[in-house]
């Protein structure tokens, strides 16, 4: 397995026993962090456990260590999806409890953040899916 997809792997657990943490906690003012919790789990771990296992298994572009691509795209997909996750899990939580306009435009860029990683992520296995490497493109 790539070190990147361990690398996408390890951090997706990671979310996962975040999550998982958070749920655990009792009621009161907890409560409002239950969407900071289910985004965790969707984002954290379900999507980053999609994209290092796509990573991982999607078809290989040719031989030797490029073999997958270029990598950077991927590189900073992992970046972004997570400087986004963070950010929302701090945001998040403080726009819950105390709503105002500088809570409101981190989780703003927290979103913009997690949509980069989603573009960049697509900007490298789309050949890979297509087979571009393959026909020269089409």
């Given amino acids: ?10 951090a997706a657990w990671v979310y996962l026993l975040l999550a998982w943490a958070l749920e655990a906690v009792p009621g009161g003012w907890w409560n409002r962090l239950r969407p900071t ?3 965790l789990f969707l984002v954290g771990w379900v999507t980053q456990m999609i994209f290092g296992a796509a990573y991982w298994m999607f078809p290989i572009v040719g031989h030797g260590p ?25 945001a998040e939580p403080w ?5 105002g306009p500088l809570s409101a435009g981190l989780l703003v860029a927290a979103a913009w953040l997690q949509w980069l990683a989603g573009v960049a992520f697509v900007v490298h296995i789309w050949p890979r899916i297509r087979g571009w490497y393959r026909r020269g493109g089409a």
Wanted: glycine share 4%.
């Fill in 95 to 99: 726009q819950a409890r105390n709503p």
């Fill in 1 to 10: 397995m790539p070190r990147l997809a361990r690398l996408y792997i390890k």
């Fill in 66 to 90: 490029t073999k997958r691509g270029d990598e950077r795209p991927v590189w900073a997909a992992w970046f972004l999806l997570n400087a986004g996750l963070l950010l929302r899990t701090v």
């Fill in 37 to 39: 919790a289910w985004h």
